[in-house]
């Protein structure tokens, strides 16, 4: 696991010390999706990518190659809905058993099925992952991300990017291998 503080985000020191509750979202999602798709035009030819949103999460994903770029989510408190188990088991799984349908927005804070869930290492899903999203899920207001890495064109990620942004509070960006 690698730790970092906004070494490929420069901006989202000042977004979030200089944002309020109301205004983090506003501030740093254009930035953010800015940064994310300079990243994935850089390491794609040819891509069709399309904004998305699903019950208060926000997606980019790639529909040339079927996966998901970036999933993010202001934080609306913990949600209690049960799980849809069986939409969750037809998801496709093709990876070997280390790896999961793993939520690119928790189910805790609200993340759905279909697009939100992405080949993830079983080990990091519920391993590290768990901290920051439980804070998300405790800090309502707060800016939850995922950044998906892919180095080829399958859609199994290679690593994630996960962020926590809370307005008066430095940026915790994490980075993990997948």
């Known amino acids: 696991m690698d730790r970092?503080?906004?070494?490929?985000?420069p901006l989202l020191p000042t977004i979030t010390r200089h944002a309020s509750v109301h205004s983090l979202e506003a501030a740093a999602v254009p930035y953010l999706i800015e940064t994310w798709l300079d990243v994935y035009w850089g390491r794609v030819q040819s891509s069709d990518v399309v904004e998305t949103g699903q019950a208060g999460c926000h997606y980019l994903f790639d529909v040339a190659h079927?996966?998901?770029i970036a999933a993010w989510a202001t934080s609306t408190g913990q949600h209690h809905?049960?799980?849809?188990a069986a939409r969750m088991r037809s998801h496709p799984l093709g990876f070997g058993k280390r790896y999961h349908r793993g939520h690119a927005i928790p189910h805790s804070g609200g993340g759905p099925t279909d697009i939100n869930l992405v080949p993830q290492l079983g080990s990091l899903n519920v391993g590290h992952f768990r901290a920051l999203e439980r804070q998300f899920v405790a800090q309502p207001g707060s800016l939850y991300f995922t950044h998906w890495l892919y180095e080829d064109l399958s859609q199994k990620p290679a690593a994630v990017e996960q962020g926590l942004l809370v307005a008066g509070h430095a940026p915790d960006v994490m980075?993990?291998?997948n």
Not at 4 to 9: R, S
Not at 81 to 84: A, P, Q, S
Request: charged content about 40%; glycine content about 6%; proline content about 0%.
């Open 175 to 177: 980075v993990f291998r």
């Open 81 to 84: 809905d049960k799980r849809d």
């Open 4 to 9: 970092h503080t906004a070494a490929n985000y």
């Open 66 to 68: 079927g996966r998901l």
